[in-house]
């Protein structure tokens, strides 16, 4: 039995590359070219930066969250617009903005943070400045203000 470890070993390398390779990648072939992951928006993604009403009205509601989450004991001054916004499409956007904070005991400093926010409502538009209407799925940044 000592003689042949090695060659069952190969042998079940073998065997399991080659099953690999002939049952499991066609059916990942198969499932990626279906319709299973596709989802139909008008919103399409961009690798590049974007300036639309949807992404400043996504840059506002990052600001209120913001707002809402350092509390009243800090001052907070927002630009007009951000330094970059991205959209991954599906109406899924990235703001990426500075934030300029000032409280009692740490004095002003100037933050940069990132806000992943979500439209809920697909290509339905009319409620966009409802903030119910958004989910902020990440936020980072401004953990040590």
Request: hydrophobic share 40%.
């Amino acid at each position: 039995m000592k003689k042949y470890r090695t060659l069952l070993l190969v042998a079940g390398l073998a065997v399991l590359l080659l099953s690999q390779y002939k049952l499991v990648m066609p059916v990942i072939y198969k499932v990626v070219a279906s319709d299973l992951f596709l989802v139909d928006s008008n919103d399409q993604a961009s690798s590049l930066p974007i300036s639309t009403p949807l992404s400043a009205i996504a840059f506002m509601h990052c600001n209120n969250y913001i707002k809402s989450e350092l509390g009243s004991d800090a001052t907070v001054i927002f630009p007009e617009k951000p330094l970059n916004a991205y959209t991954f499409g599906n109406y899924q956007y990235l703001i990426s903005a500075e934030v300029t904070l000032t409280r009692d005991t740490a004095g002003t400093s100037t933050k940069k943070y990132v806000c992943r926010i979500t439209y809920n409502k697909g290509d339905n538009e009319e409620g966009a400045l409802d903030f119910d209407n958004w989910s902020i799925i990440g936020l980072s940044g401004l953990k040590d203000s």
